[in-house]
């Protein structure tokens, strides 16, 4: 029992353990943001010598039907940050795997896949894609006309759905990309 004010309020013993729960489910989701904007930092720090401050692109206009043929489904985010310096870019994209997100970050240089990295990964199955030898085979691939990669990325047996996912955002960098750095129109 609890007297808050005038207003007597009875919270049982159920009550107590679900405002637990409902506390550690707060308490996590903050740590994974913050785990989150570390692992960018890092990545950023990894790839620039000098991170620049964050651009904004905005899907908006003949880019929606773009990303949305690419993925499948319209993005999540209404904008995208990304990180530019003259022809190289860098982005934070996240895509569902299964059943939940993969935070990756892709640099692309001139029209072209410079690295792949799995910032955060969260499926219980599929975490070899998180590997350097998967993810390396991503380096040098190029959007074709059709708006496809270049070359074939050999699958992960358990982690069909993860590949497919690092593929599209792969694919939706380069697009992405392409728009920022020469204006094309996709």
């Not at 199955?125 to 998180?130: D, L, Q, S």
């Amino acid at each position: 029992m609890s007297l808050t004010g005038s207003t007597l309020v009875w919270v049982t013993s159920s009550d107590m353990a679900f405002l637990r729960i409902l506390l550690l489910f707060a308490l996590s989701a903050t740590a994974w943001a913050a785990d989150q904007e570390a692992e960018i930092s890092r990545f950023l720090g990894e790839s620039f010598v000098q991170p620049p401050a964050a651009e904004t692109l905005w899907l908006i206009g003949d880019l929606q039907p773009a990303v949305r043929a690419i993925l499948g489904h319209d993005y999540p985010a209404a904008r995208i940050r990304y990180w530019r310096v003259g022809q190289r870019t860098a982005w934070v994209l996240d895509e569902i795997g299964k059943e939940m997100p993969i935070t990756i970050g892709i640099v692309i240089g001139n029209g072209a896949v410079e690295s792949v990295k799995v910032l955060v990964y969260r499926e219980s199955r599929g975490w070899e894609v998180k590997s350097p030898a998967f993810t390396a085979q991503f380096s040098g691939a190029k959007l074709t006309t059709d708006q496809q990669l270049d070359r074939h990325i050999d699958g992960i047996s358990g982690a069909t759905l993860s590949v497919r996912a690092l593929g599209r955002l792969t694919r939706l960098a380069l697009l992405l990309d392409r728009h920022v750095t020469t204006g094309d129109k996709p």
